[in-house]
C-alpha cells in the first residue's frame, strides 16, 4: 500500500514545489508521493488521508490545529507534535535550557498589561501582586533589556529598551499579550542553527540587525569550537523540546552562546533568505526524515507518549 505525505503551508513560495518534488522523486520506489493536504470538515472518526504531514501554518489556523491533532491519535506522523506545540512557550524554554545546562539571558515573565473585557480585576487578579516591583525585575535583568512577547515570531512587538520610562511605554501597548523581559547580550558573534529530526544541525552566522534577505551570512562559515557548541547545545535543546523542524539563535557573548530564540517550529525555509546551499540542505533532510516516518523505519518523539495513547483502543469504527 502506497504512502502519503500532505505539506501544509501559509505565504511561503520557495520550498513547497521542490519539497515536494524532492519527496517525490526520493519516494518512488518506496511507494511513497507527497503532495498539498487538502483538508475541510473533518469527522471525528474519518480516517486519516496522510501518514505524515509536515505542518507549517497550524499556529495561524486554528482549524489546522484542530485536524492535526485528531489525526495524531488516529495514526498521523504530525511535524510538529500539534499537542507540545500549542502547549509550548519561551519563558517554559527558558526554565528548561537552564535545567539542562544551556546560557539563556536572565528572563522574568510579566503580567498582562491588558485582559479580557469579562476579567474583574478587583476579583479575578486577587492573587496577582500589584503594584509590581519594577526595581526588582530590572535589578534582575539588568538594561538595556528585551521586551518581547512570551509565544510568537518573527521579531514582531520586540522592543530594546535601556530605562524604565522605555520599559513603561513599550510595556503599555503590549495589550494582552504576554511579555517577557530578558537582559540584553551584546553579542560579539551571532549563530542560527536550523534543526532537522533532531539530529541534523545546521550552523549559519546571522545576523538580527541586518535586513531580512541579508541576515543569513554564507560569506562566513561557523567553524571550529563555536560549531562544536552550537550544534551540541542545538541538538539538546531540540531533543529535549521534541521538535523535528526548528531554528535556534545564540548570542555569543565572550566565549559564552546564550540560547535567544528556539520556539520556532515553522521556521523560515524560503531559498531567498536561507540562501540557496542551506535551501538544499533542508530539501535533503526534510524528504529524508518524512520518507522514515512514512515507511515506519522511525517513529516521531512524542508518538505513544501522551496520556490517552494508554487507554485508546487500537482499532475505531465509525
Known amino acids: 500500500m502506497s504512502k502519503l505525505v500532505g505539506l501544509l503551508v501559509g505565504r511561503e513560495n520557495t520550498f513547497p514545489e521542490p519539497f515536494l518534488e524532492v519527496v517525490n522523486t526520493k519516494g518512488r520506489d518506496l511507494g511513497v508521493r ?25 499556529h495561524e489556523v486554528p482549524y489546522y490545529r484542530a485536524h492535526l491533532k485528531s489525526a495524531t491519535l488516529l495514526g498521523t506522523a504530525v511535524i510538529n507534535d500539534p499537542f507540545w506545540w500549542e502547549a509550548d512557550e519561551k519563558f517554559f524554554e527558558c526554565t528548561l535550557a537552564r535545567k539542562l545546562g544551556v546560557a539563556v539571558p536572565r528572563t522574568v515573565v510579566l503580567p498582562n498589561k491588558e485582559y479580557l473585557p469579562d476579567i474583574d480585576p478587583g476579583v479575578s487578579l486577587r492573587n496577582l501582586r500589584y503594584p509590581l516591583d519594577w526595581e526588582a525585575i530590572v535589578g534582575y535583568t539588568g538594561l538595556p533589556a528585551v521586551l518581547k512577547p512570551n509565544t510568537g515570531g518573527g521579531w514582531k512587538d520586540v522592543h530594546v529598551v535601556g530605562s524604565m520610562e522605555e520599559l513603561w511605554r513599550a510595556y503599555d501597548t503590549s495589550g494582552t499579550n504576554t511579555m517577557i523581559l530578558q537582559e540584553f547580550i551584546d553579542w560579539q558573534d551571532y549563530v542560527r542553527c536550523i534543526c532537522i529530526g533532531r539530529e541534523q544541525v545546521l550552523p549559519i552566522r546571522y545576523d538580527p540587525r541586518l535586513p531580512f534577505i541579508d541576515r543569513y551570512r554564507t560569506e562566513d562559515p561557523v567553524e571550529g569550537w563555536l560549531y562544536d557548541r552550537a550544534v551540541e547545545d542545538a541538538r539538546l535543546l531540540t531533543q529535549a523540546l521534541g521538535y523535528d523542524m526548528d531554528t535556534v539563535e545564540f548570542a555569543v557573548r565572550d566565549g559564552v552562546l546564550y540560547a535567544i530564540d528556539f520556539l520556532n517550529p515553522a521556521p523560515d525555509f524560503d531559498n531567498f533568505s536561507i540562501k540557496e546551499a542551506n535551501f538544499w540542505w533542508v530539501l535533503d533532510r526534510m524528504s529524508d526524515l518524512v520518507l522514515s516516518y512514512a515507511l515506519g523505519s522511525a517513529d516521531p518523539p512524542w508518538r505513544g507518549q501522551q496520556r490517552w495513547w494508554r487507554y485508546a483502543k487500537a482499532e475505531v469504527t465509525p
Not at 498539498?36 to 480516517?47: D, P, Q, R
Open 34 to 58: 507527497a503532495e498539498m493536504a487538502l483538508l475541510g470538515g473533518t469527522a471525528e472518526f474519518e480516517a486519516p488521508r496522510y501518514d505524515v504531514i509536515v505542518d507549517r501554518i497550524s
